[in-house]
């Protein structure tokens, strides 16, 4: 395995000119159609933050969502809350050093100076405040194994004292932190590429990786890949209607099988090769901000082990239950996360590849069910045998890469799967995979609050 | 009906129905599976047995015949989840349907194509309804967003009728028999209580059952006409009957009386009526200067409420327009300086102020405090010189230490009844309070061995020795030019910093005058410590300022005991670090937030915010960082304006330019009332400076005051 690089620097458009068969469509509907708008979008970014940094330009791919996620953004970091700015800052450093996410941390190190942050916390997490120091535990659970996540936890956090939190604090500390993991995944997913310029700080149309296209990844699979892919094209569209029009071909499947199914797709998430080296290149910048680092993601379905109990969606909805604990103890941020699970959840342009008017949202569903299988949250109203039909082998081990160890994220992986999808499209799997990696750990972190107030 | 019938739905899609007479053991009875997605909720026809509705995530709702395999037909919410579906209990075809993105939509059930009428009831998702039992036209909602609505569906547009607010988001709702405005409801989350309220009075519920541990995940009365017995069921794994009078009723437990002070010095207070009529007659604070007004709520004889009754009185107390005053206040708070010079100066011009306004007391304070923490050297010294001078006197003079000494040794009865004359406007406010510290001085002059000639005063001092003492400065100037024997040299030196030369002269005063200047020193009772420095000033000659916080630290606590705040949050501010840590943090907070509230209902927004970002109060400084945005709206489209305040997204126009350059103004931006024109303060200042007319040439007249 490569060792993590951003798998697209902005410079590797060298196969620009091959992706000719589908620049139309690319035309019809990715960037320019919406151009406007999406310019619109990323003039509002630049207004607000003095910069367009890159994850903007590549989610301006999808300004619906640009919009939401930048206004979660300010309100997250910008706007009244519980939390003081500089702390918001650091907060977000420790989550993206989780995942060993330079550019998230490079960004937020700047970030926290500007605010007047004081620069010896920089030096490591023994040099930040104690308060800060106690939220590792739980940095690290919900960056890797949200499941552990109990309301001991909770209570330790809060337990009356010198450096305790109060739960309105704590609620925002939470969103802060499961919004920079999955943010993260978002970056290492898409190889978004440090801005050259992030030091010397001016200059918004550093390469974007938009302009050279991603899907020029055609150079690397060769001419007779690309028959290959154009047939698994073909297979899933066949598979996606054939699951729209019968949905209930299979009447006899028991509620035993089903659950069977959901294991099965949690074991076979093991094939996914985990490698649990650590990367011997990390930063020290990074490694400044880590404790345990070894600390990593685990699969609960390991052999002979003791697995952790399924959590069953049904139980603890994000509509029903997260939402007003969130908009209980912080106002607003319950509505505009709401918001953004909705238009993510939705976004679609009914187009796959080269193919217009397609009904993706069985896709859509496959996806974000199972990031949610591989953090263990099951859904007794989905057969997750649909996800086997529609995912194949390549695309899951992209999803479960991106969205558990996103550092391990290589550009082969990226390429290997869904080869003839468009750029915008495979940001479009990324934002799916950012919203449901941040739904699924937010709804452990929650649901331990919940249990800790009751 | 048949009692043995019962359905389930179940979150992966599936809808069972049980009978309970089956003789086997396993009483499922059918099963549909048509839903794809988690089935929220289903519903029995209220009068045909067979008849069963179910409503699912997958944004279908189902009309099943039991005794049929299929369903009958199907009803479409546009692919929007329905949370929610119930039959009408009046009209046979009607069924209500509620939905997760806050519509409610009424359907005839023989009509599948098409919703009869759809509104938007709730912010987020609609959890529940329920038609009222009687009422035909009436449908109960309950929401994520923590309110339960009553809507009138006769009109042809839905009405809200009643809306109450919870406290946390809705789950259930559910009409209570024979009761017609009464409903119970429970919520999912954080709150695990059960409630019913009555809709005509929607800020506290009628009853309470507080049983569960855990959230209450269901709720319903007993019987269709029996408003007595309520069952419920909750996640902590119980099932509880609850009979009706057992519930707690949060109306006994809540406070029926209110009592607001306003600005001026009135007060209202509002109780129930039976407790005003009895105690009316006693009226035992009531001065001839406060009016009472009665003010009484009508009962209406059609309301009928059962647990309360809710006539209460309303009584408002004012104080007369003089005594009522605030002007001393409003002035004081103007024309302060807290910050910005050095100390010594900052005491000066505030007890210049306080004296201008003629609050003595205060202005002497604040000449005192310059004293200790500026010009201590000089003072130590000086003190040193007079104690001296006064010799054996001082000395058991300080031991006994009394408040009227100094109205004696002043000694002048027309100065007694001006001070007195002076003193009402103060005084009025805190009779209760200048008695009892008057008590306390008379125990104090208890035991004193002070000769009784130096008690030249008459008895009616003792009434208000404490205010006299507030003007008693005024009149020792006075009296330096008529008296200049007694010379009261400290009180010179305070006011006008007075030369080595003036201590020379007052070294040669006799011993029992000197005695009378120890006592002038502690020109008011709070503050002692002048006498006492003066003892400590024989052995030392400096003493360090430090030495003297205790004694600022109880003045300033007994200005605050007083009611005048503002005179100890000033001296917190001006003093600064030097008093700070001698009074704890919370009870500064208490004045700061004390203050800032005084002068904020006084509209003084400048001076509450100067005082806010002096405060050395961490809680007191995060006021003014919450709530820091300004929402501007557009003068040309008048819509909001999302980024900044000076360029709008949708119109892209310059919303605010200066009518005098042209640029857009970034920062502070005035215009005129009349003609809205406006730009750059500097500029407009400038242009009507030389011109009456408005800048941008629309020939208005424009004002700037």
Known sequence: ?454 | MDENLLATAATNGVVVTWNLGKPSRNKQDQLFTEHKRTVNKVCFHPTEVYMLLSGSQDGYMKCFDLRKKDSVSTFSGQSESVRDVQFSIRDYFTFAATFENGNVQLWDIRRPDRYERMFTAHNGPVFCCDWHPEDRGWLATGGRDKMVKVWDMNTTRAKEIYCVQTIASVARVKWRPECKHHIATCSMMVDHNIYVWDVRRPFIPSAMFEEHKDVTTGIVWRHLHDPYFLLSGSKDSTLYQHIFKDASQPIDRANPEGLCYSLYGDLAFAAKESLISSDSNRKPYIGDRRHPIFFKRKLDPTEQFEYISSSSALSVFETDVESGSMDWFVHTAKQYALAGRPLAELCDHNAKVAKGLDRNQVAQTWTMLRIIYSSLGTVSSTNLNHSMGKGSTALPLMNSFNLKDIPAGLGSESRLDRSKGESRTENILMDSSSTLINNEDNEETEGSDVPADYLLGDVEADEDDLYMMDHENPHAEEQEYSLPQEAFPLRHEIVDNPSALDHLQDKADSPHVSGNEAETVSLTPVESFSLISISHSLYENRLPSDFFNPIVRDTLLFYAEQGDVQTAVSVLIVLGERIRKEIDEQTQEHWYTSYIDLLQRFQLWNISNEVIKLSTCRAINCLNQASTTLHVNCSNCKRPMSNRGWICDRCRQCASMCAVCHHVVKGLFVWCQGCSHGGHLQHIMKWLETSSHCPAGCGHLCEYT
């Open chain 1, 1 to 454: 395995m490569e060792t993590p690089k951003h798998p697209l620097p902005p410079g590797a458009g060298s196969g620009g000119h091959r992706r000719c068969p589908f620049r139309r469509q690319g035309a019809s509907n990715g960037i320019p159609q919406e151009g406007g708008e999406s310019l619109h979008q990323l003039l509002e970014a630049f207004l607000s933050a003095g910069r367009v940094d890159h994850i903007a330009m590549v989610m301006g791919l999808h300004p619906q969502y640009l919009s939401i996620f930048w206004k979660t953004q300010y309100l997250l970091l910008r706007m009244d809350g519980p939390l003081p700015y500089h702390k918001r800052h650091y907060i977000a450093i420790m989550a993206a050093a989780r995942h060993r996410c330079s550019y998230l941390v490079g960004l937020h190190m700047g970030e926290f100076l500007q605010v007047g942050g004081d620069p010896a916390w920089l030096q490591g997490l023994h040099c930040a405040p104690q308060k800060l120091r106690n939220l590792n535990e739980i940095n690290k659970l919900l960056a890797h194994r949200p499941w552990l996540i109990t309301k001991e936890h909770i209570e330790a956090l809060l337990k009356p004292g010198e450096d305790s939190w109060s739960l309105a604090e704590l609620v925002q500390a939470l969103v802060l932190l499961t919004h920079y993991h999955s943010l993260a995944s978002f970056v290492f997913g898409c190889g978004i590429k440090r801005e050259e310029d992030q030091d010397v700080g001016n200059g918004c149309w550093a390469p974007s990786p938009h302009s050279n296209s991603r899907a020029a990844s055609d150079g690397s699979m060769g001419g007779s890949g690309g028959t290959d892919a154009i047939q698994e094209l073909e297979v899933l569209m066949e598979r996606m209607k054939l699951l729209q029009e019968h949905q209930l071909e299979e009447e006899g499947v028991t509620q035993e099988e089903m659950a069977t199914r959901f294991e099965l797709q949690k074991t076979e998430s093991l094939l996914v090769p985990s490698s649990d080296i650590l990367d011997p290149s990390l930063q020290s910048n990074i490694r400044c901000f880590l404790e345990d680092p070894e600390f990593g993601y685990k699969d609960f379905t390991r052999r002979g082990e003791q697995a952790p109990p399924t959590f069953r969606a049904q139980d603890y909805t994000w509509e029903d239950h997260g939402y007003s604990l969130i908009n209980r103890l912080y106002p607003d941020m319950g509505q505009l996360l709401d918001e953004k699970f909705q238009v993510v959840y939705n976004l679609t342009y009914n187009t796959i590849a080269m193919h217009c008017g397609v009904d993706t949202s069985v896709l859509r569903r496959a996806i974000w069910n199972y990031v949610h299988c591989v953090f263990g949250i099951r859904y007794d109203d989905y057969d997750y045998g649909e996800v086997n039909q529609l995912l194949e082998r390549n695309l899951k081990i992209y999803i479960k890469t991106v969205a558990c160890y996103p550092e391990k994220t290589t550009k082969q992986i990226y390429t290997q799967s869904w080869r003839h999808f468009k750029h915008s499209e495979k940001v479009h799997i990324n934002l799916l995979l950012l919203e449901a990696r941040m739904q699924a750990a937010l709804l452990y972190a929650l649901r331990a609050v919940t249990r800790y107030m009751t």
